[in-house]
């Protein structure tokens, strides 16, 4: 998992409550165990005016003009501002496999589906949670401002808007930890190698028997 760092990026404002996560990714596309590959499918159903397959040209599908991810003005967009629940549905960890692999880094949303915000973290996605006046007034202003932009800083726990105003959120020490050193749950255990194969030598040598 890569380290996650800080950066200013374009936000897309998917303005939709209880976003589930076969709307983020279709029960369809759930046949791979790979975290890549995913992206061109992520909000299939609403990015798309037809039904996609796994093996469907994306390329050559129409586009739902109105749907924020398929506007110009969004194109690029690392961060998704998003509303309540998000996340909901079952517990697949294909939708952020999804996000990730389209290209956000960070959802912000007032409330997120439990299951999901944990796999969030486990993935390389940050997660932030703001009161619900803070994230309508950040949606009125993406709205309002082309290019709008954010600038990420996991380190000083704060978001920082275009005329410089700070956002201050909260974050578990050990999630941001994590984040920080790119650290998921195989970097974790790897963290302790040495530890594990003096344990497995010790092992072999006080009961061979076992190998």
Not at 10 to 33: E, G, M, W, Y
Not at 121 to 134: H, V, Y
Not at 155 to 176: C, L
Not at 201 to 208: E, L, Q
């Amino acid at each position: 998992m890569e380290k996650f760092t800080t950066f200013s990026a374009i936000v897309a404002p998917l303005d939709r409550a209880n976003v589930d996560t076969d709307a983020i990714i279709p029960k369809q596309f759930l046949k791979s165990i790979k975290r890549t590959g995913f992206g061109p499918n992520l909000f299939d159903e609403w990015r798309y005016e037809d039904v996609g397959q796994p093996d469907s040209d994306n390329s050559q599908r129409p586009l739902r003009k109105d749907f924020v991810l398929n506007q110009a003005r969004y194109q690029g967009a690392k961060i998704l501002l998003a509303r309540e629940n998000f996340g909901c549905g079952s517990s697949r960890e294909h939708a952020p496999w999804a996000l990730k692999d389209f290209g956000f880094d960070v959802i912000i949303s007032p409330s997120f589906a439990d299951i999901f915000f944990n796999n969030s973290f486990k993935n390389g996605i940050l997660p932030i949670i703001l009161d619900e006046k803070t994230v309508d007034d950040l949606f009125n202003e993406t709205f309002e401002t082309e290019g709008y932009e954010l600038k990420i800083n996991l380190a000083e726990q704060k978001i920082v808007k275009p005329n410089g105003d700070e956002i201050a959120f909260d974050v578990d020490s050990f999630r941001k930890h994590c984040l920080l050193n790119g650290l998921d749950d195989i970097g974790l255990t790897l963290e302790h190698a040495a530890e594990i194969e003096a344990f497995e030598a010790n092992r072999k040598a006080t009961k061979p028997w076992l190998y």
